[in-house]
């Protein structure tokens, strides 16, 4: 007898006590238009070539217009950016009229301001459904980093990178 999985709230449950970055995926739709949507399942693959992923709802607008343009950028949040995670985390809102952003290069990729500590930007490589989600395989082709502390989200909350310890002498 096989072993059935567990369900949905158990698993959240789970995967709560593992505290992960959270980053806001962005692209541009076929008019030209931003999308983002808040993700915090995301993984580095491979150093050559570099290669990150990153899981996006089988259901969301972003998605449809990340595999449609072939590109998409990573905005890694900083500790004081909770109230971005919450406004991309919500598919009903109009997310870049309420945020500071710029484009980025040729692809035209959404770059938030202020609210991050690091961007990739990425060239679709593959793409794999598993369940409800799209696993998105992403090339990086141009990234930058700022000082400032990542947020975190974990036991659903938002909280800041924590101070280091002092060494014991």
């Known amino acids: 007898m096989e072993p059935s999985p567990v369900d949905a709230e158990a698993y959240r449950a789970f995967m709560s006590s593992f505290p992960t970055g959270v980053s806001v995926v962005t692209t541009v ?8 949507m808040t993700c915090s399942s995301l993984s580095s693959v491979s150093l050559r ?14 998605l449809g217009a990340l595999c449609a343009h072939g590109y998409f950028g990573v905005n890694l949040l900083g500790v004081g950016a909770s109230p971005v995670a919450r406004l ?22 959404p770059r938030l301001g202020e609210d991050i500590v690091a961007f990739a930007a990425c060239r679709v490589a593959d793409a794999k459904v598993v369940g409800d989600h799209v696993v998105v395989f992403g090339e990086v082709f ?28």
């Open 29 to 36: 739709d076929e008019d030209g238009r931003p999308r983002g």
């Open 49 to 62: 070539p570099p290669v990150l992923s990153v899981c996006l709802s089988v259901t969301s607008k972003t």
């Open 88 to 109: 991309f985390a919500d598919s009903a809102l109009s997310h870049f009229e309420r945020v500071p952003w710029q484009p980025v290069g040729n692809a035209g990729l």
């Open 142 to 169: 141009g990234t930058d980093c700022a000082v400032g502390a990542p947020l975190l989200y974990g036991r659903r909350q938002f909280v800041g990178w924590p101070e280091p310890a002092a060494d014991p002498v």
